[in-house]
């Protein structure tokens, strides 16, 4: 088939690689210059682990250009440009725009929107091109672009024409994934309340852990214990500074305001954005306790920039909102390392993570990468892990002490599962 992806984003690019992987012929379409001309020669322009590998298999089927004309003769051109949250509210111009430039070079194509948006969207879009609209969101995660879009958990498609999801299900049934033929609105929401059901989680396990500290749990085993019920499952129970990244800030807003703006509410996340912006305030009340008190003068080493782990993404990132708070407000000397994300705020950053602690009088983790756990095994010296990625136990005494459980060392005497 033949198949037209508009914006080669993290999300743009990920199916533009995939779909021509699998023997498509794509036509990618890009406003960036710079970007064209790398991905034309193979070189990745997000860092996303194997993506090179991918980029590679992918350029024979894979034609990049800024001209919305190579469209033409296209069947589905998908659009996935940005959505971001202005004032809180999705704001769609990039998207009108995209769908404007499709009718001109290809009035008889069908417009696939990956990109986040809120219910509604689709037919207007329709309305304003009179071509067909089919929504079919995306569920990948940075850092799992590529993995996530060969075998998603399931592929959501809403459209007015029943036969137009038929024939894309040619197109998207490699994975094997269960298809969801849904309307247009309903595959809409469903991409935001997964969204927003996701954060809730995690800012539940975050709640619980302040909980915890203050009655002598530890969260980890807690919610260990709460994943084992098949009900709930473990994933995204993991306790942190708070999420962040490009996704999950901006569509909890623009879902809450979308609500709002259809006489709705959605307390339950608003509640969670709510708990979700204290968290950091957490994080610097536990290194405060740490230090005995004043921060003032204090070299505080912050491990990890991005927002997570396998990304150099660090668009709201909890770190970066800790690293500067600890300059601003604490008066503190801030050190950082990150493998991969680059950041020149208030803060000297390290290019080697021994360096960094060496420098430090107390080190928190802030971000999961795999090395920070075995590269710390050795540190003596007050450790914050707000990811808990440490094993506590390798820590007896006074060092290390972990979001979400008062107290250091020792082994938890409940955290193993037997079968
Ligand atoms: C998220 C969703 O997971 C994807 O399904 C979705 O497609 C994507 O948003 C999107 O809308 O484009 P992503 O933002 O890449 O993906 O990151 P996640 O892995 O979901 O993590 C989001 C934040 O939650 C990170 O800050 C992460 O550290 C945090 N997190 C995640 C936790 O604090 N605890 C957890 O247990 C899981």
Redesign the pocket.
């Known amino acids: 088939m033949k198949v037209g992806v508009v914006g080669l984003g993290?999300?743009g690019l990920s199916i533009a690689i995939v779909f021509a992987e699998q023997g498509n012929t794509v036509i990618g379409v890009e406003v960036d210059g710079e970007k064209i001309e790398k991905l034309r020669k193979g070189i990745p322009t997000m860092f996303e682990p194997g993506i090179k590998e991918h980029l590679e298999k992918a350029l024979p089927n894979l034609h990049i250009s800024s001209d919305y004309s190579s469209l033409s003769e296209t069947k589905f051109i998908y659009v996935a440009v940005p959505t971001p949250t202005v004032d809180g509210r999705i704001d769609l111009s990039h998207v009108e725009q995209a769908a404007i430039s499709i009718k001109a070079a290809c009035p008889q194509s069908v417009i696939v929107i990956k990109s986040?948006v809120v219910p509604g969207t689709a037919k207007k879009i329709s309305r304003l091109t009179g071509m067909d609209v089919v929504s079919n969101?995306?569920?990948?995660?940075?850092?799992?672009a590529i993995e996530?879009t060969l075998h998603p958990d399931r592929i959501i498609l809403g459209a007015e024409r029943q036969e137009l999801m038929d024939e894309l299900e040619a197109l998207l049934g490699f994975s094997g994934a269960p298809i969801l033929k849904a309307s247009n609105e309903d595959a809409e929401l469903i991409?935001y309340a997964?969204?927003a059901y996701?954060?809730t989680?995690?800012s539940y396990?975050?709640e619980l852990a302040k909980l915890c500290e203050k009655v002598g749990c530890d969260i980890e085993v807690v919610t260990l214990g709460m994943g084992l019920d098949k009900r709930i499952g473990p994933?995204?129970?993991?306790?942190?500074?708070?999420?962040?990244?490009?996704?999950?800030p901006k569509?909890t807003q623009a879902l809450v305001a979308f609500a709002g703006d259809n006489s709705s509410r959605l307390k339950i996340v608003e509640a969670a954005i709510d708990v979700n912006n204290q968290m950091v305030q957490h994080a610097i009340t536990l290194i405060k306790e740490i230090a005995g008190g004043n921060l003032s003068e204090k070299r505080i080493g912050v491990l990890g920039i991005a927002?997570?782990?396998d990304?150099d993404?660090t668009r709201s990132?909890?770190s970066i909102e800790l690293i500067e708070r600890l300059f601003r407000e604490e008066r503190a000397q801030v050190n950082v390392y990150d493998p991969v994300a680059k950041y020149s705020g208030n803060c000297t950053k390290y290019e080697s993570l021994s360096e960094c602690v060496a420098n430090s009088d107390i080190v928190v983790v802030a971000?999961?990468w795999d090395g920070f756990r075995s590269a710390l095994r050795e540190v003596e010296k007050p450790i914050l892990d707000l990811?808990r990625i440490l094993d506590l136990k390798e820590y007896p005494g006074i060092y290390a002490i972990g979001l979400g459980r008062k107290g250091t060392g020792g082994s938890p005497m409940h955290s193993k599962v037997t079968s």
Not at 137 to 144: D, M, Y
Not at 235 to 248: D, E, H, I, V, Y
């Open positions: 993290y999300v986040t969101p995306e569920f990948t995660r940075e850092g799992h996530d991409k997964s969204n996701l954060a989680k995690i396990a975050n994933q995204f129970l993991k306790p942190g500074p708070g999420w962040g990244g490009s996704c999950f569509d927002f997570k782990e990304t993404d990132s909890k971000t999961e990811r």
